[in-house]
């Protein structure tokens, strides 16, 4: 309890002291290029992949003759759209953006740059964070939809690549009972997962105290305390968006 009213606190903190618009637009920018076009890469590696597998794994276990074979697109589309792209691709996020950003805060720590930040009467937490947190939140979402067009590319080329599907059957179960709702829904956990990663990795980083050690040790805490929160969210979010 202790350490989410220290979250809570810092996250209060982003709020007041602000800079201009025009310092946190530039922040910003540069921080869309770093987590978001700088993981368009192995976000389309991993989804790509996890969609075929998924196609595969679908095909294998439909041995009953009488279920039509686009349903094995149609449960690639469910499964793809309201978890493998928005959370499986979150904890990835978390691995790879999370512990840079907490490796970066922690490393300006121990090394006094936040002190002297805050020497020069700048509102540290706001200035490092706010943009982190913005960008992140409006990158992700991105990135979902992007790992998601990647994940269902990837099982119409396998499946139809090994005969487990005709293309007309794999588009006919794409587009069979869906709901535009479950976009939203995918986008909705995008921006929770993504405020998640980025304001408690940040958090963590912050607060770090000691030498290269402790900064190897807040990253891996914060990595883990993201996983753990993007977890818990998705099953509440499911009960919400879903019931």
Request: hydrophobic share 50%; charged share 10%.
């Amino acid at each position: 309890m202790s350490s989410f009213g220290r979250y809570v606190i810092f996250l209060g903190s982003l709020l007041v002291r602000r800079e201009s618009f025009k310092t946190y637009y530039k922040l910003v920018l540069e921080e869309c290029i770093q987590i978001g076009v700088n993981s368009i890469f192995l976000f389309m590696l991993v989804s790509t992949f996890i969609g075929a597998v998924t196609t595969v794994q679908t095909a294998f276990n439909m041995v009953n003759p009488l279920i039509p074979r686009f349903v094995i697109s149609q449960v690639v589309r469910e499964m793809t759209v309201l978890e493998l792209a928005p959370t499986v691709m979150a904890l990835i996020y978390a691995g790879k953006i999370g512990s840079s950003m907490a490796g970066g805060i922690g490393t300006m720590r121990i090394t006094e740059q936040i002190d002297a930040l805050e020497v020069m009467g700048i509102n540290s937490s706001s200035y490092l964070v706010l943009p982190k947190i913005i960008a992140s939140m409006l990158m992700y979402p991105l990135l979902v939809i992007f790992s998601g067009v990647c994940s269902l590319v990837g099982g119409y080329v396998v499946g139809t690549a090994i005969h487990l599907v005709t293309p007309t059957e794999f588009v006919a179960g794409l587009r069979f009972g869906f709901n535009p709702t479950e976009i939203s829904v995918a986008l909705i956990k995008g921006v929770v997962f993504a405020f998640l990663i980025s304001s408690i990795s940040s958090f963590k980083g912050y607060f770090t105290k000691g030498g290269a050690l402790e900064v190897g040790i807040a990253t891996t805490e914060a990595v883990t305390a993201s996983v753990i929160a993007i977890l818990l969210m998705d099953y509440f979010l499911v009960n919400i968006l879903l019931s």
